[in-house]
């Protein structure tokens, strides 16, 4: 049985995009890369960025109308049907991992949202409009007073 730090191969759990939705680990394709930024010579050695795509065109995970809905969405991302995240801010590849899959959760969840509700107009209530133009009546007179034409 693996220890805490035994369980290097695995990901803490699964990320749930929305719902009990979750990113399917088995269609999620990793690439590893020499990644810029901090970390002195360690970073010209270790494999730290993490390439983190996923086929959104051909997964089966998603409920149909999220899948179009993310299709729609991401056309100007995807390549081929495949959507991919990008994370190096960490100096471990395995932060590096556990980023790149909340970030590519997050969009996922984002995109698939259903549109916000259509706004319903509203109309203003006629005694606010009324006392509204009353106001305006009584401030243009107060100002109608100030002209000096009358003042000998």
């Known amino acids: 049985m693996p220890g805490p730090a035994g369980n290097m191969g695995y990901m803490s759990g699964p990320y749930f995009i929305r719902g009990s939705v ?23 050695t270790s494999d730290s960025q993490v390439e983190l795509r996923f086929d959104l065109a051909r997964t089966e995970a998603l409920p149909a109308v999220w899948k179009e809905r993310a299709l729609d969405r991401l056309a100007g991302r995807l390549v081929d049907g495949v959507v991919s995240v990008r994370a190096s801010e960490h100096r471990s590849q395995w932060r590096n991992r556990e980023a790149a899959a ?3 959760a997050a969009l996922l969840a984002e995109v698939t949202a259903p549109p916000p509700k259509p706004r319903r107009p ?4 006629r005694g606010i409009n009324e006392r509204r133009l009353r106001e ?5 007179q107060t100002k109608r007073g100030r002209s000096g034409r009358d003042w000998g």
């Open 22 to 44: 979750s990113l399917p680990e088995a269609e999620l394709m990793w690439r590893f890369s020499r990644s810029s930024g901090p970390g002195g010579q360690h970073v010209n």
């Open 102 to 104: 909340v970030r590519l």
């Open 122 to 125: 509203t109309r203003v209530p």
């Open 136 to 140: 305006k009546k009584a401030r243009a």
